[in-house]
């Protein structure tokens, strides 16, 4: 099996900072894309960045130039580094990903992590 685990969401004020972690673990070939949603409340789940395999990334125009998707391919693990964060940014965090185990190729989801901008 395959487990994602999430860590990093907090409180935070408005322009502050927060680093979300995914570690990804299990029985794992290889990890292809990966990615971070995010879900207010009311809201639908939107896609807010993507990293792929090669490293090649993707983000919503919400985030754009603020937001650095990054990921370390040893430790299995993805990273949302999140700079002059605003109050719409708050929502629970997910991470996905797109796992070869031995025997298939799934989608995996994390857990989801609070992030609360207020002052």
């Known amino acids: 099996q395959v487990q994602l685990v999430e860590s990093g969401g907090g409180l935070v004020q408005p322009g502050g900072s927060l680093r979300l972690s995914c570690a990804a673990s299990?029985?794992?070939?290889?990890?292809?894309?990966m990615g971070w949603y995010r879900q207010a409340p009311g809201k639908e789940r939107e896609l807010v960045a993507s990293?792929?395999?090669?490293?090649?990334?993707m983000y919503a125009d919400s985030v754009k130039g603020r937001f650095t998707i990054s990921r370390d391919y040893d430790k299995n693990t993805a990273y949302l580094q999140m700079n002059s964060l605003k109050p719409e940014d708050t929502a629970v965090y997910y991470c996905?990903?797109?796992?070869?185990?031995?025997?298939?190729?799934?989608?995996?989801w994390g857990q989801g992590t609070q992030v609360t901008v207020s002052s």
């Open positions: 299990g029985s794992i070939v290889s990890i292809y894309d």
């Open positions: 996905n990903a797109k796992i070869r185990t031995m025997g298939s190729i799934g989608g995996y």
């Open positions: 990293i792929t395999s090669g490293a090649s990334t």
